[in-house]
């Protein structure tokens, strides 16, 4: 079992900054990748960003350039750095860790760039 916390949720201004944090813990030894998805209302989730143990990343096309994901493997945390955010950016941000056995999701927090 694993458990996924996440921490960050804001209101930014366009054009402004956010952190978030997911961490990580239960059986740490069996994920192999974190990612970061987002769900806007009336939208399909979305991937944002992932990362593997190995430390290769994938983006969604919407956030490249502007969002960065990273991992902390002494801390098991996985963060996501946004920057030039934008009011399509409002969505719930939710972690996302994979084993070879199943998947699990974090509850997710809301993030709100307004217009």
């Known amino acids: 079992q694993v458990q996924l916390v996440e921490s960050g949720r804001g209101l930014v201004q366009p054009g402004g900054s956010l952190r978030l944090s997911c961490t990580a813990s239960?059986?740490?030894?069996?994920?192999?990748?974190l990612a970061w998805y987002r769900q806007a209302p009336g939208k399909q989730r979305e991937l944002v960003a992932s990362?593997?143990?190995?430390?290769?990343?994938n983006y969604g096309d919407s956030v490249k350039g502007r969002f960065t994901i990273s991992r902390d493997g002494a801390e098991n945390t996985v963060y996501l750095q946004m920057n030039s955010l934008k009011p399509g950016d409002t969505a719930v941000y939710l972690c996302f860790g994979l084993t070879g056995l199943a998947a699990y999701w974090g509850q997710g927090t809301q993030v709100s760039v307004p217009s």
């Open positions: 990362i593997t143990t190995g430390g290769d990343t």
């Open positions: 239960g059986s740490l030894g069996s994920i192999y990748q």
